[in-house]
């Protein structure tokens, strides 16, 4: 018995061989997906209150302001191939297809999408948050992401909602430095097709890549700028921040609640119709 | 065809363990319990009939209501702030988790759920099954999660056979535990109160002073607190003091609708005199202070309801008429429910 399995093992490992002996080129492989955050074409460095290196911006309002936090949840990616095939990447599955870019956490503005299959790719989509049916808390079906998003440093859980917050943004505006504090998610209520009550923050992305994505022998790396301009200065509104309760023309440094908060959502994740880019754009895809 | 699916893996369980003398197998007979829906309440909400009480969903809900592993430090349980004596609201302002922690919001009494449609001050969640989790897992409630919630109580000998009992397998999941608990709650049914005696004319009557204040209710404050749960579920802003939290905006922190902000919900009125203080976020001590604050003037606001905006922004009380309305909504007390 122990020996007609090592002969199987070798006749498999021949076979294996020789299947490839014409073609090296593996049915599979990585694709890495690199965040660069940043205000326009700067790099953002993050900062508290008083800090000197933290990248300050300023909006079309005229509002200097700088961050101290900020992140954002990833899901829901695929990859489309020329003919339009859609391949999707675990959008089913948070543990193995979200991930939480953190600006403070350099590993976190990598992510490495394994076993593409090989192929050329054209065109990229990801979601800007969580898609409803999935953004639900639920610790048991995916208790990585719900780990790793409800970590002490990372606080992505949005609990009354029992949601995930889509994106998390603290950070500094005016030449007095008052704070702001951003934080956006879902609330909708019901099935699709028949919501009952609340607004989805959720927004998908839909980037053509400049260049084809080539997975096969090489593992591609697509670079994508988010430029948190679009934050205040986007494409749905230019906002004043204020500090009033009078919210109707303008948005209150912060935002917690649905209230305000899609003004946001629309300027960074687009607003879901004429825009689908939002504050994101592929600078290169690298073979 | 859920339950005979359930029977009959059970009937086969039975007949494959039929040797086996060690298994201490019973049969699984767990009872539906019909609410006891007093007449003229509101329709049930739709939910309820996905989730129909039983007799050991129930015993495993309140169990759970009572127990103190739901919090991350064992300190708390839903019924540290959810006391019956009050109607299973509390006495604090604002409510208070684990290590003292103070929360957002005033604690809601948890009476006649199985009868409202929208569930908590701004309405977030529209089923009862869905609430559980929000305080297991909020930083200044129980600060816990469900994965540790399981893993405090899967070794328990009693909610090992609650569970079987409950669920047909000793199988402990996330929605088992929000579905007997909202089971339990369901059972919490307020209508034995004076008011309801009277009304069913079973040989109580109101005091000159009741009457009066009765005939004060029906003609100022009946448009909101209609029905005979005493809200008609309504979202409105009233102008009542604001609550400073960044994180406040009323209802319209759910819809997104600047219609909504600092709306909410309209609330029941039974039972109120156990539920003190008043107001979202309880700016006042007591009823005389709230009925004082209506009579003066409430806040100005875009979308105040028309009801204030079209009377000066505000219901205009005598002092006489105040008392009368305190001594009805006294009548709304129903000694049974709260365990007296």
Redesign the interface.
Known sequence: MKNSRRYLLISLIVLGFMSCSDDDVPVANNVTLEFNNTFEDNTIVLGDATSSEATVHTSDAGQVHHFSELKYVISNIRLIKEDGTEIPYNVNDLDKGATVVDQSKEATLQYVLSDIPSDEYVQIKFGLGVKTELNN????SF?DF?AVA?ANDTQM?W????GYRFTKIEGFYDTDNKEL?IHTGS?I??EEGSY????DAYRDITLDLPTNAIVGSGSPKIKIKADFDYLLSGNSYTITLVST?D??NNA?P?A????E??KFVDNIGGNGDTDITGMFSITAVEN | MKNLIRTVAFVLLLASCSNDDNLELVAFDNPEVSLNIPSDFPELNSAVYNNLPTQYGIELGEKLFFDNKLSADNTISCSTCHIQKNAFSDHNKKAIGIENRIGLRNVPPIQNMAFMQFYNWD????KLE?QP??PI???EEMDS???EVIGKIEDDEDYIELFYKAFGDEEI??DRIYNSIAQYEYTLISSNSKYDKVKRGEGETFTEEEAQGYAVFKEKCISCHSTELFTDQSFRNIGFP?NSN????GR???????KD?MSFRVPSLRNIEYTAPYGSFGQFATLKDLLDYLSNGVLEA?NLDPILKDNDNRISLTDEEKNNLISFLKTLSDKEFIGQ
Do not use: C, F, N
Request: net charge negative.
């Open positions: 808390l639920d610790q048991a208790p719900y409800g859980h609990e009354w909602g029992t504090s609330t209520e019901g009952t009550q609340g607004v309760t919210i109707t209150t912060s917690h609640t649905a209230t908060m899609m | 309405g977030s969640k529209l869905d989790l929000v897992i909020t930083h999660s469900i994965l999941t996330p604001l960044s994180e406040e905006a319209s922190r759910v819809t997104g609708d600047i902000y875009d």
